[in-house]
């Protein structure tokens, strides 16, 4: 039996099968939906699959062991437990639930475009990013309208994408897996500024400020997309910090990330370096190095 939850860059899209239960038929040599769940697990079996689930992969492998009732019941148990944790809690959960190894990449930015070329600038650099960042990054966005959903919409399939939200709320982007922590937004913006271990800014106001702070206060590494205003440029107590070029990136990279001259395509590709350089960082890998993978 088979539950698909793959599609690109892991396994062939397929919608016969995507989000389905099948089974092989051997036969014909292809995999055949199934009318309603496999049988539940027992005796001797294996499991084989992904090391990351959507939640609707997870939800299909309880629904194998618990009937609607005790799954109705474990639900609730878990919201009342995520209800009470503290941000530093609510951060590790997160931290489990996007993949052991994962580089967690958060993108910061207005719920508005207010740049004449910064909405094209933001799909650029989700085009981009994908491939520059590696295998084992994951990108994170508080599902807010303006650049984080906008993000979302554009990263590739949106199966690396994940949306952070208060507890109960949902993006509606239609793309990536909303995930909840915090009562409210402050609470989310506390947790969302502990999460990840490296934070894209693009414009924003005092609210892009108070997560970039807390981030770069913990020692995550901040790529401020400058040119683009606002906080990222400076503005509302942004950490001044963040504005140096950070060692795993070129004087020429960080030069285009502030240049009003520079194309979209040069910022952007820029910035995929840079975030690159900053995934790669860990592993002594120099920004140059990480820019011959984007080529």
Known sequence: FFFDDAGPPWARKDPAT??????????RQAWEQLEQDPPRPSGLYAGIGATR?????????????????????????????????TAAEAAHRLRSRLGRGACIICILGGTEFRGADSEALVKAIAEKIESVAGSKAVFV????????????????DGSRVWNLLPLGQSSGFGRGTDINAGADLEERKAIFGLVGHIYITVEGGPGVSQEARAAHARGASVVPLMRTG????????????????PPFSTE????????NTASVDESAAALAVVVGGAVAYSRKE??????????
């Open 230 to 245: 606002g906080a990222s440029s400076g503005l509302f107590e942004f950490p001044q910090g963040a504005l140096q070029k």
């Open 18 to 27: 995507e989000g389905r239960w099948s089974r092989w038929n051997v036969t």
């Open 286 to 295: 120099t920004a140059e190095q990480a820019a011959d993978r984007l080529r």
């Open 53 to 85: 689930l959507s939640s609707r992969a997870e939800h299909a492998i309880r629904d194998l062991y618990h009937d609607g009732a005790a799954m109705a019941e474990a639900d609730e148990e878990e919201a009342a437990s995520v209800a009470q944790e």
């Open 141 to 156: 966005t508080g599902g807010m309208p303006g650049v984080q959903e906008t993000f979302a919409k554009n990263c590739g």
């Open 252 to 259: 020429e990279q960080w030069s285009l990330l502030a240049s």
